[in-house]
């Protein structure tokens, strides 16, 4: 379930490193390009900024290090000025297009920092109130009980003030194999509530071969330009596959990260 809030935060997070939650933050961060969306990056993984690393060049990411007292005061301050852009020349025109989609992925073992941040700033009321923003929640899962213990945890602080998308990394099996998460009598309970599985989605993310994996990372590559290398023509074949199934697997919950319906509706 969404509002009808113009703008739209979309934070990527996995508590435990290795989960994909970088691979899923640059996938979502193609389809924004290819889609010529006007967004924001944040990358707030100061000690393996993956996606500052593989996109750069190609979009603008602006670094945050959530970990610093008051680094998130700033960052949500900051929000305002792509937002809101001041008038910056004689003819009275902005110098910058105001931003009204921003994606931020949010480092490992950081889910103390954002419960405090939630907790101590009301922070979707504020971005809402402030911002007229809604937030979505993308958590990307392995099949382990860390990952079942920190949506749970996630939503206990969280609750349905934000839209909540669970990718389940099909590197570590099909999607019919996450038992403990599916099993989970947690997860159950919460969904039981017809009014939280209002705001509650799933989906799952493809899992791209090990050798054209490991191609991009070797060589700080986006999607786009591992599709369009012609040095191993193999690799381009499997990204663009994936790159496909990707859009596949995000299409009942675009409008939940910041994209257009494909009917060309919001």
Same mark, same amino acid.
């Given at each position: 379930m969404t509002t009808q809030n113009s703008r739209r935060l979309v934070i990527v997070? %996995? @508590?435990? %490193? &290795? /989960? %994909?939650?970088?691979?899923?933050?640059? &996938?979502? +961060?193609?389809?924004? #390009? @290819?889609?010529?969306q006007d967004f924001l990056a944040f990358d707030a993984d100061t000690s393996n900024p993956q996606i500052n690393r593989f996109y750069g060049s190609e979009c603008t990411i602006e670094p945050v290090n959530i970990f610093k007292r008051g680094q998130t005061d700033l960052f949500l301050q900051g929000l305002r000025k792509h937002i809101f852009p001041? /008038? !910056? !020349?004689?003819? %009275?025109e902005r110098l910058i297009s105001p931003k009204s989609?921003? +994606?931020l992925e949010l480092p490992p073992q950081s889910s103390n920092i954002l419960k405090d941040l939630v907790k101590e700033m009301y922070l979707f009321d504020t971005v809402k109130n402030s911002y007229d923003m809604r937030v979505t929640m993308v958590v990307v899962i392995s099949r382990t009980l860390d990952s079942v213990n920190q949506f749970v945890n996630l939503y206990d602080y969280c609750q349905n003030n934000v839209d909540y998308i669970v990718v389940k990394n099909r590197f570590f099996g099909e999607e019919d194999e996450f038992h403990r998460y599916d099993n989970s009598q947690a997860i159950k309970t919460i969904k039981a509530d017809a009014e939280n599985s209002k705001y509650i989605r799933e989906i799952s993310m493809p899992d791209l #071969?090990?050798?054209?994996?490991?191609? +991009? @990372?070797? !060589?700080?590559y986006s999607f786009a330009k591992g599709m369009e290398q012609d040095e191993l023509i193999a690799v381009k074949g499997r990204v663009t596959a994936w790159m496909g !199934?990707?859009?596949d697997s995000i299409k009942p919950v675009r409008h939940l990260l910041g994209l257009p319906n494909l009917d060309g509706s919001k």
């Open positions: 997070t %996995g @508590d435990k %490193g &290795g /989960v %994909g939650k970088s691979t899923f933050a640059r &996938g979502l +961060l193609q389809c924004y #390009i @290819d889609e010529q001041t /008038v !910056n !020349n004689e003819e %009275g989609l921003f +994606l #071969i090990e050798h054209a994996y490991d191609y +991009l @990372d070797a !060589n700080s !199934n990707f859009k």
